[in-house]
């Protein structure tokens, strides 16, 4: 009879820690890391792309922003358009012939002040063939693809 209690304690347990983590998850807020956690005022200041460290951060838009010191996070909090990513990250790129592809954090340019991702190195060097005609096509494309989900764009 005790071996039958403990059974049936021990099932009641699991059923209830699976409904607390269930009821746990449903009601945790989802946060999307930017740039993969890479500090975007470095990019500016220091010429390289530098990790943040998680302690100095700010939620624009529901995306999280990673700085690597409180001298960063203040600089971006007084000016985020000025650091925000072009294309929210994408890859630019990708952006110019009308598709969305994650953006590298370590394959990137700074043209007139403004970050510009892209997917790659080889896929880098084609944005360079023509960096100005490319960011006319994705500052075009930009408006018509913004809200769409990349698969939607294959």
């Avoid at 500016?44 to 960063?72: I, R």
């Avoid at 110019?96 to 970050?115: H, N, Q, R, S, T």
Wanted: net charge negative; glycine share 10%; with cysteine.
């Amino acid at each position: 009879m005790t071996r039958v209690k403990s059974f049936i304690l021990a099932v009641l347990v699991v059923a209830l820690g699976f409904g607390a983590v269930e009821s746990f998850a449903g009601s945790t807020e989802t946060s999307t890391t930017g740039v993969q956690g890479y500090d975007l005022v470095s990019y500016h200041t220091e010429g390289k792309a530098v990790k943040g460290d998680g302690t100095n951060l700010v939620v624009v838009d529901g995306v999280t922003y990673l700085f690597a010191s409180e001298e960063n996070k203040n600089a971006f909090e007084k000016a985020p358009e000025k650091y925000l990513p072009a294309y929210g990250g994408y890859c630019a790129y990708g952006v110019a012939v009308g598709k969305k592809f994650v953006g590298d954090p370590e394959v990137w340019e700074i043209v007139d002040e403004k970050l510009y991702l892209n997917l790659n190195s080889d896929i880098q060097n084609k944005w360079k063939e023509d960096t100005p005609g490319n960011i006319v096509k994705a500052d075009q494309n930009w408006p018509g693809i913004k809200d769409k989900a990349p698969a939607e764009l294959m």
